[in-house]
């Protein structure tokens, strides 16, 4: 039998108009935007695959939520609904909101770490590493070796390596490792899951130590249906129950809901521990607000409630893996290099395989990026060396996939436009910078091309 086309599990409401551009329009663009292709305007961009962070389409459920929204200072409807739903699916004791992923972070790193204290994660996230660097710990990447490698398949490359985990602990001394960090699915190295089996063994490790072990679980439900997918065992239990079993064993965890949330805005940070809930409403309450809005406002509460749901239904999860695969594999077919296998919300281009011409200090990953929006309007990011500096393992651009946006027409035209580039890629040159902040410096870089570069006046 052959099997039907995974098609987008709704249907569509309301449309928003997205913007055609010429060359040279572009071209000018890209100048003004010192090639850093998060200064453009939105407006100038025809398919943004920049980030699938709070860009996603609400649902009629989630809009109908919205006006439901208790906008009470304190003890509101809403925040009963959002602990609920956020309870039903994460099992911690303590539900705390922030605006986002890396108010949930900063909070918790400011109450957990000190100086010197080392922080292991299978890999961090940008945000995550340089809020562990901020409070003066050391964050440490404890990927399996099969994870680096952008070409090899292994269904769990999210995987952290559990014996380098030991030996770390054994060097360090568990004093100074105040927790440990699993990220699900692993954002920065390619958006792959990690296994079930992997959290038992990390979470063994922990207990042994009596270390905390947190999770990073802004893509908590793709990772669950990885598992469903990939490993034995897991083939009829729902993601919600997979979801479960995974946090049943931490004891706490940091989320952005602008990703598996399926709202714009919003996160949270959860603990079982009282001692250390308390503290972290009380820096809630200093910067984010009281500890039954957090950052945000009760409608937000009462999306992302719903959407934390949402997100885990069987036919949404189907399609949204099987759309991230399609355009993964269409390009990989015709020879480019990509992260394997497909992960949940990206795919990820190796960009020194792509442009093996561009040395690692003319950021090929950058210029990468750049012809793709040169070409067709389309904007993603370098997971690279811009990103990351020397802590960078691989030169990736991550092409991440909004959440029930884009259609398989729009999937296709961006095949297209990558392999045009695929065709003249040697005609690629590198970047160098003319600007840099001191933290999170590919927000705001400034770059020009190096041959344009070496012409300037001293
Ligand atoms: C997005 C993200 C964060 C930070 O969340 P924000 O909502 O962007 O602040 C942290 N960790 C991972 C893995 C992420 O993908």
């Known amino acids: 039998m052959r099997t039907r086309t995974v098609i987008e599990p709704f249907r569509i409401k309301s449309v928003e108009p997205i913007h055609w551009t010429t060359r040279p329009q572009r071209e000018a663009l890209l100048r003004a935007a010192c090639h850093n292709l998060f200064q453009l305007p939105a407006d100038a961009v025809l398919v943004d695959l920049l980030t699938d962070s709070g860009t996603g389409a609400m649902s009629t459920r989630q809009w109908a939520a919205v006006m439901e929204g208790d906008e009470s200072y304190a003890g509101s409807r809403s925040f009963d609904r959002f602990r609920d739903s956020v309870r039903d699916i994460f099992g911690f004791r303590h539900v705390i909101p922030t605006h986002q992923g890396r108010a949930a972070e900063r909070i918790l790193f400011t109450v957990m770490c000190r100086k010197g204290d080392v922080v292991p994660n299978n890999t961090h996230f940008d945000t995550t590493r340089a809020n562990v660097e901020f409070v003066g710990a050391e964050a440490v990447d404890l990927l399996i070796p099969e994870g680096r490698e952008p070409g090899l398949r292994h269904p769990f490359k999210g995987n952290m390596d559990v014996e380098a985990l030991e030996n770390l602990i054994e060097r360090v001394g568990r004093e100074r490792v105040p927790l440990v960090m699993l990220t699900i699915t692993n954002n920065s190295g390619g958006g792959q899951p990690v ?209 029930r946006v884009y259609t398989q027409s729009h999937i296709d035209y961006v095949v297209e436009v990558i392999l045009e580039v695929w065709r003249h890629r040697e005609q690629v040159r590198g970047l160098q910078l003319t600007y840099e902040a001191p933290f999170l410096r590919h927000f705001t870089a400034r770059l020009m091309p190096v041959e344009a570069a070496a012409t300037q006046p001293a």
């Open 195 to 403: 296994s079930l089996e992997n959290v038992r063994a990390v979470s063994a490790v922990c207990r042994r130590h009596s270390i905390p072990l947190y999770f990073d679980a802004c893509r908590f439900a793709e990772n669950a249906y990885l598992i469903k997918l990939r490993e034995a065992g897991y083939e009829e239990k729902t993601p919600k129950e997979i979801a479960r079993e995974i946090f049943g064993y931490g004891d706490g965890c940091t989320m952005s809901a602008k990703k598996d949330g399926l709202a714009n805005i919003g996160g949270f940070l959860c603990t079982n521990d009282d001692t250390l809930a308390q503290q972290e409403k009380n820096l809630l309450i200093l910067t984010e607000g009281y500890p039954t809005y957090g950052g945000l406002a009760g409608r937000d509460l009462e999306a992302v409630a719903v959407g934390l749901q949402e997100a885990l239904q069987e036919d949404y999860l189907r399609y949204r893996i099987a759309s991230t695969a399609y355009l993964g594999n269409h390009i990989a077919a015709e020879g480019v290099p990509i992260v394997q296998p497909p992960g949940g919300h990206a795919i990820y281009i190796d960009a020194r395989a792509f442009l093996p011409h561009i040395p690692q200090q003319q950021f090929p990953g950058v210029a990468l990026a750049c012809e793709f929006y040169l070409e067709g309007g389309i904007r993603s990011v370098e997971i690279g060396t811009l990103m990351f500096g020397e802590a960078a393992k691989m030169y990736l651009v991550r092409l991440a996939i909004p959440r």
